[in-house]
């Protein structure tokens, strides 16, 4: 098999996706959603992806178990016939890692993604999914770097994650490492199975005080409104708006982003792509109002001269009427007059020739 670069191979998985059908197995649907409101996977040109999936609240559901949000970073691969198989290694997982690799094979119909499990055996959960492209990016993303001070603990192992910023949407998965803590460090095949070989109050403490999994909107840069959140119904509130200081400061250096949260934590991100600014707000320019609000004075000049014109010119024919019916009545009675004289005349020598 030979490895395929990221950017180079994956412009088709780039963007934010929404998921709308699971079967497993094959042929037996087990979650089916509208689109645009299922659970979101945004992925940037550099291979890292989120992926929150947030289950359903529902009365007497248990939300810890069914939490299955992840992130890390997606590679392709090509074996041996010609296949292209693709690969998701999960470097931030709500569930214990299985010990088996999360590979498929992809097909593409416009904007629509099915992802087929491959191979079949024992080891792996047969299933296939349905993805709706939502935005086709560009694409920002963010990887934790450093935590301070660090949630758990001074004794505690760091946590990783990424933040993803793609059209109107945003994703963020933070969490334990591989290998670390009650969860992230054991090997089964699901929360309920890690429950049963420990302690299941402590196995929750830790999945609903280190791991964060949300998603939601960018209203506009600078402003971010939640979606959904892995641990409170707090969809619709703002996460983070530069204008009011809500959801702390975020500071944009050359090479990271810095949030500085209002509960004192401060995260810095390394920038892994960046698409487009989602931070920074930016108000409407007074210069590119003022071409609107001069082609209206203009506007308004130009009626109240065209107003002018018409008054003017009607003033003027009415003038042009008055000067043009004297100029009539003068020159009638002039021809009046003349054709007078000439009466006169004519009978002034009618008597002359009868005297004679």
Not at 10 to 15: C, S
Not at 199 to 219: F, H, K, T
Not at 229 to 257: F, H, R
Request: with cysteine.
């Amino acid at each position: 098999t030979s490895c395929c670069s990221a950017p180079e191979r994956n412009p088709q998985y780039v963007g934010a996706w929404s998921l709308t059908r699971r079967e497993q197995p094959a042929q037996t649907t087990v979650e089916q959603y509208n689109a645009r409101e299922g659970p979101i996977r945004l992925q940037a040109p550099c291979g890292v992806y989120v992926e929150v999936r947030i289950p359903r609240r529902s009365k007497g559901s248990d939300g810890c178990v069914a939490q299955k949000s992840c992130a890390g970073y997606h590679a392709l691969v090509d074996v041996n016939g010609g296949r292209q198989l693709s690969l998701r290694h999960r470097t931030v997982d709500f569930r214990p890692p299985t010990g088996c690799v999360i590979c498929t094979q992809d097909r593409f119909d416009q904007d629509v993604m099915g992802e087929l499990s491959y191979p079949r055996g024992r080891c792996r959960e047969e299933y296939i999914e349905a993805w709706n492209k939502l935005h086709a990016g560009p694409v920002t993303a963010l990887e934790l770097l450093t935590e301070l001070p660090r949630p758990g603990g001074p004794a505690a192992s760091p946590r990783c994650g990424y933040w993803l910023f793609c059209g109107d949407r945003f994703a963020r998965v933070v969490g334990p490492a591989r290998g670390d803590g009650l969860v992230a460090g054991a090997c089964c095949g699901s929360l309920a199975q890690a429950e049963m070989m420990g302690d299941p109050g402590a196995i929750r403490s830790e999945l609903q005080n280190m791991y964060e999994a949300c998603w939601g909107y960018v209203e506009t840069p600078g402003r971010f409104r939640l979606g959904q959140d892995a641990w409170s119904e707090q969809a619709g509130n703002l996460l983070y708006d530069a204008t009011s200081d809500t959801g702390g400061t975020i500071t944009i250096l050359k090479e990271e982003v810095v949030h500085r949260q209002p509960n004192g934590l401060e995260q810095r991100w390394r920038i892994r792509d960046w698409g487009f600014d989602p931070f920074t707000f930016k108000p409407p320019s007074p210069t590119k109002q003022m071409p609107g609000a001069a082609a209206a004075a203009i506007a308004d000049a130009s009626s109240s001269y065209s107003r002018s014109r018409s008054e003017g010119g009607a003033l003027r024919g009415s003038r042009s009427r008055s000067r043009s019916s004297g100029a009539r009545s003068a020159s009638g009675g002039s021809k009046r007059s003349r054709s007078r004289g000439r009466s006169k005349g004519r009978h002034r020598r009618r008597r002359r020739h009868r005297s004679r």
